[in-house]
């Protein structure tokens, strides 16, 4: 534990941080697995409306520097090839 005021007080706005930071990067997670069931399913119209939903969670996320915008922009590109294969294999 933190002897030093500045440290506890440290300690106490990264935990609010954390949470903050938690809700974005957990909406985005729950974004991809949403997209990637969909486009596992074959549910294209569905899939393609997930995906843009994943897209704008990556992109917040990624604004907000909670991930890193070349985490952002690779999940987002693995997502849209994935989407791709499905609507070019129908």
Request: hydrophobic share 40%; net charge positive; aromatic share 2%.
């Amino acid at each position: 534990m933190a002897n030093k005021q500045s440290a506890i007080k440290r300690l106490r706005s990264a935990k609010r941080r954390r949470q903050h930071n938690q809700i974005y990067r957990g909406r985005a997670r729950t974004a991809v697995k949403k997209a990637r069931l969909l486009i596992d399913k074959g549910h294209i119209k569905d899939a393609r409306e997930a995906v843009h939903v994943a897209v704008s969670a990556l992109d917040k996320a990624a604004e907000k520097g909670i991930i890193h915008k070349n985490n952002a922009a690779r999940r987002k590109s693995r997502l849209m090839r994935q989407l791709n294969q499905i609507e070019h294999a129908f």
